[in-house]
């Protein structure tokens, strides 16, 4: 029986994963292409200071900021069989955590199938009666494009590049700097400024502590419970912005209105697949939701493309890991040497919503 070939989009955590677990099945598989759009693995951990678009003008991916810290400890952060220094401190900076995504990447032997600068434009099925192939369109960093067939794809790029800014009437009347975190990488440009940083969850909060510590004055504007622990002077709290009005002055939802000079939206990010087109894969694509997704994982009419770590309230390198070792049970998949059988909606666990 003929080997499966696996294509991988993404060599952040994820794409590793799925390509380290592949090449431990030489007898199933053979191995993998990882398309990497950028030049270096790690995804999202993978640190540049250039916001953006890169050279070459594809849009700069990655949203690490210079002092990011983990809130998950490493204990629980680690993959089940490739644990970190024990000699490291429980919550990590980021560089220590793109160390391991590098020794694991190397202890594995995956950057060898890597192809970096490629960027992938089109992922379409081909059924022919009861068998469905993968045609995969890439682009290289010299503009060559190339089209290949494989009998899974694994989409492994992410959900943390493509901001999310909510609509604000009237933004376009702010006379200051309007940014999203996304593009955020330290706070020293900030230090003085009058910052109202929208949104109050794991970002918002981490990078408006930051803005206060170099001087900023700033407005921590979100519709959460109002947060109850001590915040560094400079941090005050307030209600969701609800406009900017003609004169650049931002309204508040309580009815209060301010100045400030930069607005951060700190308000999350949309899932983006554009190389896929949803209505062909009897899927729907929204900002915040994929559906329907069998197990979280596949789509129900194409149960060879799997969407590995789109969940976001998990502990990801292990939900990661679970979830490529669980697309070798699923007894419906192609690459478990049966045919491509159709999951019947009834069957799909409801839609995915983080």
Known sequence: MALQRVAVIGAGAAGLCAARHILSRPNSFARPVVFELTDNIGGTWCYDERVGNYDNGRPVHSSMYRDLRTNLPKEVMMFP???????????????EVQRYLER???????????????????????????????????????????????????????HYSDPHIPDIPGVENFKGEVLHSHSYRYAEPFSGQSVVVLGAKASGLDISIELAKVGAQVTLSHGRP??????????QQSSPVVAVQDDGSVRFQDGSVGRADVLMFCTGYNFRYTFLDA???????????????????????????????????????PNFDCQVLKTWLLPQLSICQESNVRISP?????????
């Open 81 to 95: 069989d490739f644990p970190f220094d024990p000699q490291l401190s429980s919550f990590l900076p980021h560089q």
């Open 104 to 158: 694991y990447c190397h202890s594995h032997n995956i950057r060898p199938h890597i192809r970096f600068n490629t960027a992938v434009e089109n992922v379409r099925p081909v059924v022919e009666e009861e068998t469905t192939t993968w045609e995969v369109t890439s682009c290289d960093s010299s503009g060559g494009q190339k089209t290949e067939t494989f009998d899974s794809v694994f989409v492994c790029s992410g």
């Open 226 to 235: 109002r947060l109850t622990f001590p915040l560094p002077s400079g941090i």
């Open 279 to 317: 209505d062909q894969l009897s899927l729907e694509i929204q900002d915040h939701m994929v559906s329907p997704l069998y197990r979280f994982l596949t789509p129900p009419a194409f149960p060879s493309l799997f969407f590995i770590g789109i969940c976001k309230i998990i502990c990801p390198f």
């Open 346 to 354: 009834v069957q799909c666990q409801g839609q995915f919503r983080p």
